[in-house]
């Protein structure tokens, strides 16, 4: 086959002959040079010396520094160089048809949003401004927090939490504050969860001291409404669940599971992180819940911006409204206010009042859209999804267990494990392949209940013809598990790292997240 | 890959016969005298069927005659060296054989057989001093298959051959090595024990992606365990702690010098009242103690079976007295999910009994973790 014909063939499949860049860039440690620098500061005059005196001075000797910060010292263009190449040595959201991240949301974030963010008037706001110099930031909260309250159902909301993890922590610390409240917070030492809904739940109710129960799926997938009756008692302080669950089935009858726990005396605590495929559709009030939470940087929108900043849209009903986190925005005689939550709150879950430029990220975001525009993603998201399940499912090999015919919300855990048993190719085998051809791909939680599994989400920001590209490379995949197995099992093989050797990270001996770390735990054994 | 073989040509010979097993020669002669052929070969054939083209690439090494040459050899195989063995066979020549063919650095070694034919293999292997390192597959072909060696059917076990082949030995699991006492059992008595632990490599089937990560029952998650369970330990309880590897991880953490295949009793501030000790101590030291009584359990192999295997001493009575407050299990998910037809299974010797914990029961997996698994007589 020459060249040409090679080009056309991959036209026709939709194959990208994607290679990513490979730089062999070192770690910005290794390439500091002693004393480069990247800004030059000009010697202080002595006129301002003399004025100035010794500012350093009036520091606590306890709080200054003993030595300069260990920093790379480089010039800035060499700064820039370093970066942009491992910039191209990446995968990023705006680069490839991110829809193999189930669970994650990659949606489209606009661009105007972030320049927005950056204006001078609003990069430059100071969290300790007084509030009077700051009314057009907490009116954008206050706003924004009304929309919650709409899209949830809820009466009270808290955009303190940044990040989804801190908003369920929030979540759960209102949990225990309330049940401390009633006097029965030693009794009531046990949150349950479901093993499909997002293991943050789980982790934040450890965090907060809770054992926590979780749930099985029952045979069609539904969590199992029998084990969760089996598991509420007088020790149940709360239900934390996901609807739909990872596997994007919804669970209609969350109503029977929220009653069953308040009949208990138990709270119910709604995880929206993921709340895309029920924007103007259905809600956490009308499924009888206390709390709920949303991922501004999923549904609404903002950069998921590798771990933050972020915000978490803590929402709850009035009774529980006391404990959330302080402190509040307030609307008094038409002037916004910081005020503390009262003495029942939960206190600070974060410093000052969040992240504001994520705040008004969101807000472009849904004010653009109003509320129909809302209503409208979901009903995108959900037909993509399911326009995208209806393809994959073609494909010898793939399929996605429980709940047969039924169709999914906003995204879908399928199975590899009838290619897997054919070939012997793993999912996550597929998942390394997949990035040869330039796009993102999420195996699932572990464990892996569901053998060989593969979540994708495909939103609402993404065209039929980016959809049939992805679709296009999960069935060259399997075509080539088959044809030439061998090949997928040892991909990467267009991307400058190949597989990561797992094990090393689970090493607390060994792991590294720190140049120190690093430097102590393998570079002085020679390992590195 | 180096596979060894090693076939008990009279496996299941006992089962049409109603003997209720094959072990010595005694039951051998009297199957044989009932006209029972042995099914070994018809077996052992659907196996090489299932595995197919792989099993040419495979370097066989088996004993001699109809304890492995003889199968090789009908399914066009050829064999890269024999083990001589007396003939007729007994369970001493599984021994040995097994354990000369662990020393030609073997692989995997496959036997064909049923849980007397494990025990064999696992004390063969022992000799050979590689009982905790060398991977094991059972072909199912005895009458009793308590243990967890085996695959689901012959054509499961070829399959499994020919993806180990093709892709290399996965990851391999703990997998119990359960046995009953025959003579016992044909006086209408049944006392199945554990008798210790085999490799079985999983199946990719089984495997999950991230497995190497997530080692199902790594000392890590069962000494998670153990710490959760020890930290609700009440000092003025009677504590019966059956067999198992998860189990044992409570004794080491406690440092009880307690037994990995027996019930030992405790009391709650770790102190050993009885070590592997029998359903008569049990029972009297639960009499003697009048304090609340806890059984601590996890199930054995993949049958699910929390109580009734490998645990006998623990007697309907004990239950009873201990009741569902009192009975805890204890295993890491993985082992749950792998479970047969996903449900815990309760065989105390009284059914009556067993149905009054059918529904669900709190299994402990980790670290204050908990989830709710079905029960089901």
Known sequence: MNAMDNIATHRKQQMRRYHQARWDEPVIFELSQPGERGVLVPEVEPEIAQATGQPLASLPATMRRQRPPALPEMSQNRVLRHYLRLSQENLGADLNVDVGQGTCTMKYNPKINDQLARQPGMAELHPRQPDSSVQGMLEVIDKVESVMREVSGMDAVSLQARGGSQAIFANMSIVRAWHESRGEAAQRDEVITTIFSHPSDAACAKLVGYKVITIYPDADGYPDLAALKAAVSQRTAALVITNPEDTGIFNSRIREFVDAVHAAGGLCVYDQANANGLLGIARAREAGFDLCHFNLHKTFATPHACGGPAVGAVCSTAALAPFLPSPLVRNKSGRYQLVSAGEQSIGKISSFTGAASIVLRAYAWIMNLGAEGLRTVSEIAVLNNNYMMHQLLKIDGMSAPYAPGKRRIEQVRYSWSGLAQATGVSSEDIGLRAADFGVHYWTSHHPYLVPEPATIEPTESYSRADLDEFIGVMRHIADEARSNPELVKTAPHNCPVHRVQGEMLDDPERWAITWRAYQRKLGERGLA | ?377
């Open chain 2, 1 to 377: 890959m180096k596979i060894g073989l090693v076939v008990n040509p009279w496996a299941g010979i006992g089962g049409p016969a109603g003997l209720k097993g094959s072990d010595g020669a005694a039951s051998v002669q009297a199957a044989l005298a009932a006209c029972s052929l042995p099914h070994v070969p018809a077996r052992l054939a659907a196996m090489f069927e299932a595995c197919g083209e792989a099993a040419q690439a495979v370097s066989w090494y088996a004993a001699d005659g109809a304890m492995g040459c003889s199968a090789l050899e009908a399914a066009g195989l050829d064999v890269c060296a024999v083990v001589p063995v007396n003939w007729p066979s007994q369970a001493e020549d599984t021994r040995r054989a097994t354990c000369t063919l662990a020393g030609m650095g073997i692989d995997l070694l496959l036997f064909a057989g049923g849980d007397g034919t494990a025990r064999d293999v696992l004390q063969g292997l022992r000799d050979a001093g590689v009982a905790d390192s060398l991977p094991v597959l059972g072909l199912p072909a005895g009458v009793k298959m308590q243990s967890a060696v085996f695959a689901n059917h012959p054509t499961a076990a070829g399959q499994l051959l020919r993806q180990l082949q093709q892709h290399g030995l996965a990851v391999c699991s703990d997998a119990e090595v359960m046995d009953l006492d025959e003579d016992e059992l044909r006086c209408g008595l049944i006392a199945p024990r554990l008798h210790g632990y085999l490799q079985l490599p999983l199946s990719p089937k089984l495997t999950q992606g991230g497995k190497a990560r997530h080692v199902s029952g790594s000392g890590a998650q069962r000494m998670a365990i153990a710490r959760s369970f020890a930290e609700a330990m009440e000092a003025r309880s009677l504590y019966l702690v059956g067999p198992g590897s998860t189990t044992q991880a409570l004794l080491d953490l406690l440092g009880v010098d307690g037994t990995l295949l027996g019930v030992d009793a405790l009391l709650g501030d770790g102190t050993l009242l009885a070590r592997d000790a029998s359903r008569r101590e049990l029972e009297d030291l639960a009499e003697r103690w009048q304090v609340p009584l806890h059984l601590v359990l996890s199930p054995i192999g993949g049958q699910g079976l929390v109580l009734g295997r490998g645990n006998q001493q623990i007697s309907p009575r004990l239950l009873r007295a201990a009741g569902r407050r009192g009975l805890h299990v204890l295993a890491p998910p993985d082992k749950l999910m792998s479970l047969h037809g996903g449900v815990l299974r309760i065989d105390s010797g009284d059914a009556e009994l067993d149905a009054e914990f059918n529904g669900y029961l709190p299994v402990t997996t980790g670290y204050r973790e908990q989830t709710m698994w079905p029960v089901s007589v």
